[in-house]
């Protein structure tokens, strides 16, 4: 799962770091602000930790802890997944995978989350939604919905993707939003979103939508398997895999995935 998707177009984008109010209609049901001492670990109310180092389907190198060392509150307001060049677990590296699942789920609505990517060749940072009945039908047939992933070699660039059946993986439905030049995503914080209603999934940054799909415009053999079941989120910091390459002498350690918020949105029936 995560799989690495394949790039349709790329949009040029002003970047201002800051999210546009939610539109009418919606309503907070569940946020981490991040707001926990220095050292704290994930609100436990909020995120479970995924551990483990099987690679996850794309040969990545991490293994993911439970640690402190790996996810953890700075004290200035952000919760922070750390990658570590160490040996554990028979991995080369370490990080932390975060995920809402049997705590938080969300059926249709707006789920956005504030974040400063890492840099450097062989990371991959990403922000995204997996449907709840993944353990009954398996994936892709639960839907995925990459909200946010990035290759640290190519920090100026956040992709947006969709996998279901007939476009996973290497064929997943994506699309790329890109910098201005001489900028990165790296340099601050900026919010990444999905709106989210029955036939159709918007993506945006800092406000700017930049990708639209709809259950109307799959292709035949195509199912679209985003209505009508919850999602629930997670958020990791990956090393290596297929996506977008092993680590080099370039990439310095430890790396950051600096998240301010996530908040998660119903949409109230009209």
Not at 76 to 91: D, K, M, P, S, W
Not at 104 to 127: C, D, I, N, S
Not at 207 to 217: F, H, I, L, N, S
Request: charged share 20%; with cysteine; glycine share 14%.
């Amino acid at each position: 799962m995560k799989m690495n998707p394949k790039p349709v177009w790329i949009l040029l984008a002003g970047l201002s770091g800051c999210g546009a109010d939610p539109a009418p209609g919606l309503v907070l049901v569940a946020a981490d602000e991040a707001d926990a001492p220095e050292g704290a670990p994930p609100d436990p109310a909020f995120w479970s930790a995924q551990v483990g180092g099987g690679g996850f389907g794309n040969d990545e190198s991490q293994y993911y802890t439970a640690r402190p060392d790996n996810a953890a509150h700075d004290g200035a307001g952000n919760l922070v997944i750390t990658a570590r060049l160490e040996r554990y677990g028979g991995r080369a590296y370490t990080s932390a995978r975060l995920t809402t699942q049997g705590r938080h789920e969300l059926t249709y609505g707006r789920v956005e989350a504030r974040l400063q990517l890492p840099v450097g060749q062989g990371l991959w940072p990403a922000f995204w939604l997996l449907g709840a009945n993944v353990g009954q039908v398996g994936w892709p047939t639960c839907g995925e919905i990459d909200v946010m992933e990035s290759r640290g070699a190519e920090p100026a660039v956040a992709y947006g993707s969709l996998h279901g059946p007939g476009y996973s993986g290497g064929d997943a439905l994506s699309a790329a939003f890109r910098a201005p030049p001489d900028t990165s995503l790296a340099d601050g914080m900026h919010v990444y979103a999905v709106d989210w209603q029955p036939g159709e999934v918007r993506w945006s940054v800092d406000g700017t939508v930049y990708q639209t799909a709809r259950a109307t415009r799959l292709r035949s053999g195509m199912s679209w398997v985003f209505d009508g079941h919850p999602f629930f989120v997670l958020l990791d910091l990956a090393v290596g895999g297929r996506y977008g390459g092993e680590p080099d002498a370039t990439t310095p350690f430890p790396q950051r995935l600096v998240i301010d918020y996530v908040r998660l949105y119903r949409r109230e029936a009209p």
